[in-house]
């Protein structure tokens, strides 16, 4: 169990930019799931995979967002034209679901920042 | 948006004192998680408790659930230095199946500060 990985873990880029985040969840989990958190505010969701199938994405989320998770293993989310509203860490976690309930392993962010 | 209301959204004590954060939460769940989260860090998994347990305990932690009152309590007792972080509570809802959607929903947190 090596944990859940991201890439890169800090990111400056200009408004306008697009940015990719990738995210390597643990092998065996089958549920990879993205968070975004702001200062002072605990993570809130943004999308989720069961497997390569994306289950839900947000409402909050907009059009300038998208996740994919190619043949069920690693993860990207791509952001299109950042806006400074955008400034925040994109957590990735991941879980392996059997009943349900099972906890998410989280990896350690990615930081953006909008400038 | 937010789900659950975590309460004091900071607290600073000395080590060796306990610690109880209250956590509040607005709708039928099938469990209720704590997670902790140091500066700059991912979030760690603490402790789970089901929709049909009133508490739990693992380690110095022990979590109570009054699915009556839509509240959930996490105590560290005998508080070190290291356990300075900020601490989530999370809610799994149910899907119209009943059975859990696996995505959680946060709450705002609070600053836990253990002076040694």
């Known amino acids: 169990d090596t944990g859940v990985s991201q890439d890169p873990r800090h990111k400056i880029t200009k408004r306008g930019q697009n940015v990719t985040f990738r995210c390597d969840p643990i092998?065996?989990?089958?549920?990879l799931y993205w968070y975004r958190q702001t200062l002072g505010q605990g993570p809130e969701f943004l999308t989720y995979f069961q497997n390569e199938a994306q289950l839900e994405k947000s409402r909050l989320l907009s059009d300038r967002f998208s996740a994919e998770r190619p043949k069920g293993s690693f993860s990207t989310l791509e952001i299109q034209r950042t806006e400074q509203g955008d400034s925040a860490m994109y957590l990735c976690a991941s879980s392996l679901v059997r009943t349900g309930g099972e906890p998410l392993h989280f990896g350690n962010g990615t930081r953006l920042t909008v400038t | 948006s937010q789900q659950g209301e975590e309460d004091p959204q900071a607290l600073s004590i000395q080590e060796g004192e306990n610690a109880t954060m209250n956590c509040s939460y607005k709708t039928s769940i099938n469990n209720l998680q704590w997670y902790r989260q140091n500066s700059g860090r991912g979030l760690v998994h603490l402790i789970l408790i089901r929709s049909n347990e009133r508490e739990k305990h693992s380690g110095r932690l022990r979590v109570t659930l009054d699915t009556s009152k839509k509240s959930s309590s996490l105590l560290i007792t005998a508080s070190r230095a290291a356990d300075t972080a900020s601490y989530f509570c999370a809610t799994d809802v149910p899907n119209a199946g009943g059975t859990s959607y696996g995505k959680l929903t946060f709450g705002q947190g609070t600053i836990l500060t253990v002076h040694p």
């Open positions: 092998s065996e989990h089958n549920r």
